[in-house]
């Protein structure tokens, strides 16, 4: 089982995400801004994977996408974000810049299930 | 974006919710229970917790749309009516996800033509689902 960060300022989805991903043997942790959540990504033991929201206060999720991309400590961990509203072109950037899957909200649990599988 | 603050701030009278009879005829467009249950696997306990969640956020979230309808602030009204909308939708609470949604695509138009009226379904929307989310929290 893995160990999975959540990142999202929205305390339902977050809570969501955190139960259904626990209910799969997952350990999660949670951060519910961007400046949280790349500290909590650089936390040892390591984090297996990332399920980052791309609207959040404290920088977007495409920007934080990029610094966890960017550091040496979490640039191998799996980011699969998550987005209300990011669009074609969105899509494009942030697969561009590394992430491993894009979801959409409302979530589908088995989505994020399959994308969380895939990814570790 | 730029931060369109022409003409004079809205006033919204009596604030969200004031004359507004909710309605409690477990309607899936306010609540669908249904799907809601089966994103959370049947938990109900789970389910209940999310609602408690949505509805501790709320007060503040419908404070500040109201706040950026009035000064008329569209960049602060498309992300505070983009966050109702993600929680809405993740609940399936359809009527508060769609009303959210009519804000934040006013908000994104660069005008806030139609926001009262968007922020009165919006009202009317919430009226009805705060009394479906309180009954699963069990302290209805």
């Known amino acids: ?120 | 974006m730029v931060d369109k603050t022409p003409g004079p701030p809205f006033q919204v009278a009596g604030g969200l919710l004031s004359g507004v009879k909710p309605s409690d005829n477990g309607d899936t467009d306010t609540l669908d229970e249904p799907a809601l249950m089966t994103v959370v696997g049947g938990d109900r306990k789970l389910a209940g917790e999310l609602a408690q969640l949505f509805l501790d956020d709320l007060d503040n979230r419908v404070a500040e749309i109201t706040a950026a309808v009035e000064a008329r602030q569209v960049d602060r009204l498309r992300a505070a009516a983009h966050a109702l909308r993600g929680s809405a939708g993740s609940l399936r609470a359809g009527n508060v996800r769609d009303a959210s949604g009519a804000l934040e695509s006013i908000a994104s138009s660069g005008s806030l033509e139609g926001a009262i009226h968007a922020l009165n379904t919006l009202d009317l929307a919430l009226a009805s689902l705060r009394p479906r989310l309180a009954k699963m929290t069990g302290r209805a």
């Open chain 1, 1 to 120: 089982m893995a160990t999975v960060l959540v990142v999202d300022d929205d305390r339902v989805v977050s809570q969501l995400v955190a139960a259904l991903l626990r209910t799969k043997g997952h350990k999660v942790f949670t951060a519910f801004d961007a400046v949280q959540g790349l500290m909590q990504a650089k936390r040892n033991p390591p984090i297996d994977a990332i399920v980052l929201d791309v609207n959040m206060p404290g920088g977007s999720g495409e920007e934080t996408l990029r610094k966890i991309k960017m550091s040496t400590q979490t640039q191998n961990i799996p980011v699969i974000i998550l987005s209300g509203s990011i669009d074609a072109a969105g899509q494009d950037r942030v697969i561009t810049q590394g992430a491993a899957a894009v979801l959409f909200k409302p979530l589908v649990p088995e989505e994020l299930l399959a994308a969380i599988d895939a990814a570790l």
